[in-house]
Structures are given as structure tokens and as C-alpha cells.
């Protein structure tokens, strides 16, 4: 089975954004250089949308109070 940082994806969508973000930062630490070569890109793009998806829910959260 596929894992990062020993989680499968079942675990990794189990994790809320927040959580999800800083475990993948703290899991690319871990890298080989070949792995971080395969993932970057894909990272980047993860990583981005984690970032939106929280910039959204901030501003949701702000406009209610």
C-alpha cells in the first residue's frame, strides 16, 4: 500500500485541513531526495489548495461574527 509519512489515504482525509497541511510539511522533511523530487509539484499543489479551502473557511467564520 501507498503511505506517506505512514498514513494511507483513508488516515489522511480522516485529518482535518489544518491538520492535514502540517503533517504533510512535517512528513516532507522526512523525504529522500528522490522522493521529494517525485512529490514536489504535487505537494505544491496540495498545499495551495489546503491554503485556499482555509482562506475560505476563515473568511466564512469572520462574516458571521
Do not use: C, Y
Not at 528522490?34 to 512529490?39: T, V
Request: glycine fraction near 4%; proline fraction near 2%; aromatic fraction near 8%.
Amino acid at each position: 500500500a501507498v503511505t506517506v509519512g505512514g498514513k494511507n489515504i483513508a488516515a489522511l482525509t480522516a485529518l482535518t485541513i489544518r491538520e492535514a497541511d502540517a503533517f504533510l510539511m512535517a512528513a516532507e522533511q522526512d523525504f529522500t531526495p528522490r522522493e521529494a523530487k517525485i512529490a514536489g509539484e504535487i505537494l505544491k499543489e496540495i498545499h495551495a489548495r489546503l491554503h485556499f479551502l482555509l482562506d475560505v473557511f476563515s473568511s466564512m467564520w469572520d462574516s458571521t461574527i
